[in-house]
């Protein structure tokens, strides 16, 4: 009987899994499925234990779920992507397997290894079937009249809509239990030996994922546009942990939301978040069409010049959440504690790391990645590429956001700051957001470690000095996105 194997990555789930579907449409075929626990390419990636936590979770939970289908989950102990390769050629050899199916990846390492791996085996004469799952609308699909890929979102949002009717975005069915069930192989845990991961509130099973989505269409959708900016509010969804780990599909998201649609009134909440999941897919879309910015490089290449600090007082002041800027330390400590951080909280805090006290955004998007949660690499290089106006629809560089009158606006009673920092529970409501003068007896909160207007003007200084360079010619020598590359190629 033929056999095919589907390769778990970023897809941990069984609804709405492309590639696994596909594979289990062929009913003359036996169906088994492997993930790779690979450690020393999940710390060169930054993968943070939060992250990996609630993998190690969900791969047991898929296990579970597949067991119930007859479907086999291998479960094998790898290292980097090289030899990634080399352990699906051997499992599928082991397992006489003739048939290998697995959903892209597009961050530049993957696509080198998917690429590779699909010569030996064309080679070897397996068969290979790749799928697009990661974006809503498959990867080079919305192009300019030119055919180009954007580079600006809401021509790429208006695109996206024109084209929505032509994308296959209805969820798939998980598979059905096999006529020819398969056991699971023993479970050996040691595989996880080495994988440092951390409990966060975010529960595993694509049950739990389900329900979160249900109950934030259900109770917080429709306000969505009017609540989501205020991080002492419940008013974004909190899905992106298991949107990030492939627990959830950006296509199951985009079909609940429609669903609600037409029984809605004001459906502005509903079209607001679904802007939020066209984000997601033009962010996925950059780093598929411009591989490059997954290798620590600006988007816009003049900024290449610019001289960021580097680590020291300021960026450790930042990351310990004790920079004496309330709303920013704050925020930090939220990501500290819980491995999650709130939208807008995490543009103050890059907007800050990055124009305030100048330090390079690529320690700044690495510092997110080892502790996120939902560290997802488009994403986080999207936002923090558009923070510190390195990036493809980036903020201007000279609309900074002052971290004091945002805090005002979006936490004005200072209840999210009196959370996280209860050194500054005593201060009245107007002053909660603003640095210390001096220090206070027995309050252990920090003095302001910079000034915003002198280093807002630095900032803008420097952005103004830059000259123009042209992407092709960019002739570049060494440079921090060089150092970046050789230490996590
Ligand atoms: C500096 C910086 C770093 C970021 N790093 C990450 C990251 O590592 N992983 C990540 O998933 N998101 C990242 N984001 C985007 C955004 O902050 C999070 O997706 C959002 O806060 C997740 O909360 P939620 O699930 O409640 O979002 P909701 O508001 O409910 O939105 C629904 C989903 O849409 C997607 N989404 C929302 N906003 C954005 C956005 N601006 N860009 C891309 N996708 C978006 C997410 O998948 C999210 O779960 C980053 C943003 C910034 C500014």
Redesign the pocket.
């Known amino acids: 009987m033929p056999r095919v194997l589907h390769w778990f990555r970023g897809d941990l789930r069984i609804h709405d899994n492309p590639s696994l579907y596909a594979a289990s449409q062929q009913p003359e075929s036996d169906l088994l499925t492997c993930f790779i626990v690979s450690p020393d390419q999940w710390q060169r990636h930054d993968e943070s234990a939060a992250k990996l936590g609630l993998v190690k979770q969900q791969v047991n939970a898929l296990q579970e779920s597949l067991q119930r289908l007859g479907i086999p989950l291998y479960l094998v102990r790898g290292s980097d992507f090289n030899e990634e390769a080399d352990l699906i050629c051997q499992l599928l050899a082991q397992l006489h397997c003739d048939q290998l199916n697995f959903n892209e990846e597009y961050g530049f390492n993957e696509r080198k290894r998917d690429r590779r791996l699909v010569e030996r085996l064309q080679a070897l004469g397996i068969r290979v079937n790749r799928y697009r799952d990661q974006s809503i609308a498959p990867v080079g699909s919305v192009l300019t009249q030119e055919g180009r890929p954007y580079t600006v979102f809401t021509p790429f949002k208006k695109r996206w809509y024109s084209l929505l009717t032509t994308f296959d975005s209805a969820p798939l069915p998980a598979p059905s239990r096999r006529a020819h069930p398969i056991k699971q192989p023993a479970v050996d845990l040691a595989v996880w030996h080495a994988v440092q991961t951390r409990e966060t509130t975010f529960i595993a099973g694509e049950v739990n994922a389900h329900h979160r989505l249900a109950t934030f269409i259900d109770d917080h959708l429709p306000a969505y546009d009017q609540q989501?900016d205020f991080p002492a509010l419940d008013g974004?969804?909190?899905?992106?942990p298991y949107?990030?780990t492939g627990i959830l599909s950006g296509r199951q998201c985009l079909h609940q939301a429609f669903q609600l649609r037409p029984h809605t009134a004001n459906p502005s909440g509903i079209d607001c978040?679904i802007s939020?999941?066209i984000?997601?897919d033009f962010?996925i879309h950059i780093l598929y069409h411009f591989p490059d910015v997954s290798r620590h490089r600006a988007f816009k290449p003049e900024t290449e010049q610019l001289h960021w600090q580097g680590e020291g007082r300021a960026f450790d002041a930042w990351c310990q959440g004790k920079t004496g800027i309330p709303i920013i330390d704050a925020a930090m400590r939220q990501l500290l504690q819980t491995g999650w951080m709130?939208?807008r909280l995490?543009?103050i805090c890059?907007m800050f790391l990055t124009k305030n006290l100048f330090v390079d955004w690529r320690l700044g998007e690495r510092f997110?990645m080892r502790h996120?949660v939902?560290?997802?690499l488009p994403?986080?290089n999207?936002?923090?590429q558009?923070?510190a106006s390195t990036g493809t629809d980036a903020a201007p560089y000279f609309r900074i956001f002052n971290p004091i009158s945002q805090s005002e606006k979006f936490d004005p009673q200072g209840r999210f700051i009196r959370h996280y920092i209860p050194e500054l529970a005593f201060r009245r409501d107007k002053d909660i957001h603003l640095p210390l003068e001096r220090p206070i007896p027995g309050c252990l909160y920090p003095l302001p470690i910079v000034d915003l207007k002198t280093s807002r003007q630095h900032a803008i200084d420097a952005f103004k000095a830059l000259g123009r360079t042209d992407r092709s010619s960019d002739q570049r020598q060494t440079t921090q996105s060089d150092l970046f590359r050789s230490l996590n190629d």
């Not at 974004?236 to 992106?240: D, G, I, K, R």
């Open positions: 989501r974004t969804s909190q899905l992106s949107l990030a978040w939020e999941l984000w997601r962010y709130h939208n995490r543009m890059a997110f996120l939902d560290g997802y994403a986080n999207g936002g923090w558009w923070s």
